[in-house]
């Protein structure tokens, strides 16, 4: 059974990167699709970015151009970084898992992690 | 504000059904059948219970059903129970450059 762990610091300053990473255990990150997903306190869901261990990534607009999303396939692993913070980045954040079928990723994210909570602060 | 509109909380009593709607555009719910619906209690992670408008992952609920009509996506809970109570998500692909789009979260309360 496949599980995500994210871990980082819990608190970054303003201004700075915020750096996170999820580890997959269970089962080969090379064999689905992965995104990031945040919460702020007591709000909603938001998308973060998407991709494939080839190196294909896709990201929300409102965030390109602070974030990048990695992957170390020898530690089945894939960070999240996002640049620049501000109070507005506190949030949990999720990695989550896409589903493949013969190759082509799913719409939707059936595995989650338990999430990991950020808070922006000096 | 959220591309997804959901009414900000539901209520029933145990055993009645209830619906949580979520309206979007041409370019997300009504564009594809790619919606999906989320679980999330206090504390946990979202959890998976509708893909695809309306098929549930194994070992979920057959209480609980999804469908779409043009731009708005319905998830439906009947034979409600306490532990439905937790907040739900719906979530659609859409063809702008944000890949996937959320609602807003809808709370159930159960009376």
């Known amino acids: 059974q496949v599980r995500l762990q994210e871990s980082g610091p819990g608190l970054v300053k303003p201004s700075e990167t915020l750096s996170l990473t999820c580890t997959v255990s269970?089962?080969?990150?090379?064999?689905?699709?992965w995104s990031w997903i945040r919460q702020p306190p007591g709000k909603g869901l938001e998308w973060i970015g998407f991709?494939?261990?080839?190196?294909?990534?896709n990201y929300n607009p409102s965030l390109k151009s602070r974030v990048s999303i990695s992957v170390d396939t020898s530690k089945n692993q894939f960070s999240l970084s996002l640049s620049s913070v501000t109070a507005a980045d506190t949030a949990m954040y999720y990695c989550?898992?896409?589903?493949?079928?013969?190759?082509?990723?799913?719409?939707?994210?059936?595995?989650w992690g338990d999430g990991t909570t950020v808070t922006v602060s000096s | 504000q959220s591309a997804l509109t959901q009414p900000a909380s539901v209520s029933g009593s145990p055993g009645q059904s209830i619906t949580i709607s979520c309206t979007g555009t041409?370019?997300?719910?009504?564009?594809?059948?790619?919606v999906s619906w989320y679980q999330q209690h206090p504390g946990k992670a979202p959890k998976l219970i509708i893909y695809d408008v309306n098929n549930r992952p194994s070992g979920v609920s057959n209480r609980f059903s999804g469908s779409k009509s043009g731009n708005t996506a319905s998830l439906t809970i009947s034979g409600l129970q306490a532990e439905d109570e937790a907040d739900y998500y719906c979530s659609s692909y859409a063809s702008s450059n944000t890949l996937w789009v959320f609602g807003g979260g809808t709370k159930v309360a159960v009376l």
């Open positions: 991709f494939y261990y080839s190196g294909s990534t």
């Open positions: 989550a898992r896409h589903p493949t079928t013969s190759g082509f990723y799913s719409y939707y994210m059936d595995v």
């Open positions: 041409s370019s997300d719910i009504g564009g594809y059948s790619y």
């Open positions: 269970g089962g080969s990150i090379i064999s689905y699709y």
